[in-house]
């Protein structure tokens, strides 16, 4: 320890350097330290309070010095209170409560809720509230139903990138009399594209019936899953096109050669997977934008007369113009265009009535 000067003043003050600070006891250790101080620290009482312990603290010492000495000097001490009754109250005023006495009143302790779960944070809170209705299935917030339409559009573009030029050459010749020798020849992949384009058809008509059935017809079905009665229209639209497709092969195939019988499938082909492409943006508007269903059944009921005018003139152009049978040819389309869709809506119709819940 480096020899340091002490001075005791005549108010009893003395002046402790840091070093003396940092070890057990302060007092005992100075009066140890420098002998030659004992008569006068004779003289001096222990510090009994922080304001003494303070006075013997240099001018310059920290706050954390002052708080080091304060707990030095004194160190931790018992508070004993007294255990004789608190008589100093006003007058006309009862005995005042006990301070050592620590009561929560009955309002505070027990309440409306002291039996709820959510009131004690150690207990499993449950639910709460009322249940309400639950939100029903529909269309638009279904995720299965999104990641479909999802893939669908995706195709759709990927398809017109990859068979735009035979789309564009297809709508060009649609309204054109080819000459006998010359005929519009297909790949392997524009084929497979446009039959893929068959089946978006069939899964774009049968949304649009699931939609019309749940808003005009009814909502509720025997069927516990949506996806049954979306599978059972999917497959009635296939097996629609299918006995279309098939209908047309074995009539023309008896009357007609087969170069006609080839163009009008090719045709056939063609308007059908392009029923798609203008079905697919009114069922996307009906899905998720709540588009007006007058305005959409306006708009399905002119694609399909559109499309039923086309393939009529397509039979005319192809298997008719020549020998001048237009009423022949109504009698074809109407045989073999009308009465197949009448049935495809009978054969819906007695479906939802089947399945749905009668009240």
């Known amino acids: ?31 140890s330290s420098h ?35 304060v707990q030095a000097w004194l160190g931790e001490r018992t508070i004993n209170y007294s255990s004789q009754p608190d008589t100093l109250h006003l007058p006309g005023e009862g005995i005042p409560r006990d301070m050592k006495a620590v009561d929560i009143p009955l309002y505070y302790r027990e309440n409306f809720f002291s039996n709820d779960t959510l009131y004690h944070e150690e207990l499993p809170a449950g639910g709460s509230g009322v249940a309400g209705d639950p939100m029903p299935e529909t269309l638009s917030n279904n995720d299965f139903i999104l990641v ?26 649609f309204f054109y009399t080819q000459r006998a020798n010359r005929d519009i020849t297909e790949t392997g992949s524009e084929i497979k594209f446009q039959l893929v384009f068959v089946v978006l058809t069939c899964l774009v008509l049968g949304m649009l019936y699931y939609l019309y059935v749940t808003a005009y017809i009814a909502d509720t079905f025997t069927l516990s899953s949506e996806y049954a009665i979306l599978g059972i229209f999917l497959g009635i639209f296939i097996l629609y096109f299918l006995f ?30 392009m029923e798609a492409v203008a079905l697919f943006p009114i069922l996307l508007l009906l899905t998720y934008l709540h588009f007006s269903p007058v305005y959409a059944a306006i708009y399905c009921i002119v694609v399909l007369v559109l499309v039923k005018l086309l393939t009529f003139y397509k039979s005319y152009i192809i298997f008719f113009k020549q020998k001048g049978g237009f009423l022949q040819n109504i009698l074809y389309f109407c045989a073999l265009e009308m009465v197949p869709l009448f049935a495809l809506w009978g054969v819906l119709s007695v479906i939802v009535e089947y399945f749905k819940i009668k009240i």
């Open 244 to 273: 279309r497709f098939s209908l047309y092969t074995g009539i023309n195939s008896v009357f007609y050669d087969s170069r006609g019988n080839r163009k009008f499938l090719t045709s056939l082909l063609f308007l059908t997977a």
């Open 148 to 173: 479909v339409l999802i893939i669908a559009f995706l195709f759709i573009t990927y398809s017109f990138s990859r068979i735009s030029g035979f789309v564009v050459n297809q709508l060009k010749n």
């Open 1 to 31: 320890m480096r020899n340091v000067d002490y001075h005791i003043n005549a108010t009893d003050s003395v002046d402790i350097p840091t070093e003396i600070l940092q070890q057990g006891d302060p007092y005992s250790t100075f009066l």
């Open 35 to 69: 002998p030659s101080l004992s008569d006068s620290a004779s003289r001096l009482s222990r510090p009994q309070t922080p304001y003494q312990v303070l006075r013997l603290l240099p001018k310059d010492a920290t706050p954390a010095q002052q708080d080091s000495a």
